[in-house]
């Protein structure tokens, strides 16, 4: 299952990001998941359809794209620990390349049905320009589940 544009930026996969006219495309490794990010000064939805994602629109701020992000899943996780992200949430990304070799991301979560206010994380992650994407999906060549059985309960003659 995609893990949702927060998470984008956590996993250890590589990511292309594309500036075209209008939008700001994002391309993971993981499950080859994308995600676009409007730069064409339309407002977020006012009644979104929820997705992993959610719905993303963006402005620059002198070298930093600010993005802004609502609409999202209610069963989301920020983590691998399982903090939630609800579709109460939104979430502002202020991207920037500080230099040639570096990329930082300051992450704001703004969920009040999850958290009691705003908080902020800041990531900084190298840039590999002489790398190419490759395709992974979760569950390709997966071939453990022949090999489980249905465990019958303690006590159980077998």
């Known amino acids: 299952m995609p893990r949702g544009a927060p998470r984008i930026w956590t996993d250890d996969y590589y990511k292309r990001i594309f500036q075209l006219p ?16 409007f730069t ?11 997705t992993w994602n959610g719905n993303s629109t963006a402005h620059w701020e002198g ?9 999202f899943r209610d069963d989301l996780w920020l983590d691998a620990s399982g903090n939630p992200l609800t579709e109460q949430g939104k979430m502002t ?9 570096n990329l930082e991301i300051e992450i704001t979560i703004d969920d009040p049905k999850a958290y009691t206010a705003p908080w902020t ?10 790398s190419e994407l490759l395709d992974y999906y979760c569950l ?3 071939r453990d589940s022949t090999h489980m059985r249905d465990q019958a309960p303690i006590g159980t003659p077998q």
């Not at 064409?40 to 929820?50: E, T």
């Not at 070298?63 to 609409?71: N, Q, R």
């Not at 990304?93 to 070799?101: A, D, K, S, T, V």
């Not at 994380?121 to 002489?130: A, H, Q, R, T």
């Open 93 to 101: 990304e202020r991207i920037r390349r500080p230099n040639y070799g």
């Open 63 to 71: 070298d930093t794209l600010v993005v802004e992000t609502t609409g």
């Open 40 to 50: 064409d000064g339309r407002a977020l939805p006012k009644d979104p359809n929820p």
């Open 121 to 130: 994380v800041k990531l900084n992650e190298p840039l590999v320009l002489d």
């Open 140 to 142: 390709e060549n997966e």
């Open 22 to 37: 209008g939008r700001v495309i994002i391309l993971t490794e993981r499950n080859m998941q994308y995600r676009q990010i």
